[in-house]
């Protein structure tokens, strides 16, 4: 099956900062790469994705970079404010489906004032 | 509109017993899938249905769990003779259908096996 390794476990910066979470996989079928925000006690949430298509992808504050050829992509989150504080998950399919999801065991990122 | 509800949020069971645990997905998804969260963990796949049918269910741990889906909206997962190390967060998702689309996770149910 897939294997999703994220790095680091823990990540703290002051607000304003950037922070960015790094994720390798290993199965290289896979084609589509969900980043999900999950704070203290709630469900996990989508905050972006891309497809293999694409090298990057932007959304206001958030970002995410694919490379498929090191088998790697990261998430980068600008001008960080305190709520941003979450644990993040990041994910790909595996066994050559794009639905049945392998989780990184998440990032806990704190947001200082 | 409304989003995945789970039922019960939390579940204390003691070892041996039969538990059922509700999904209730975001009505016109025809793919839901069940997940398990352990603590500091992310959630690993346990099914996956389109529509009626268990389109996947490669994530079971063993045959004390099972789950159906009879008229392809409401999903109830079961575990047969649960153990302590069944004990997690249960999380259901569903998604317009089982293609790259968001999966919208339910709030979950917490299993504590004792």
Redesign the interface.
Known sequence: GENVEQHPSTLSVQEGDSAVIKCTYSDSASNYFPWYKQELGKRPQLIIDIRSNVGEKKDQRIAVTLNKTAKHFSLHITETQPEDSAVYFCAAPWGGSNYKLTFGKGTLLTVNP | GAG?SQTPSNKVTEKGKYVELRCDPISGHT?L?WYRQSL??????LI?FQGTGAA?D??LPNDRFFAVRPEGSVSTLKIQRTERGDSAVY?CAS?LD???N???????TRLTVL
């Open positions: 995945v793919a899938y500091g963990q992310g959630p690993e796949f996956y996947d490669s994530g999380l998604s089982g293609s790259y968001e999966q919208f996770f339910g709030p979950g």
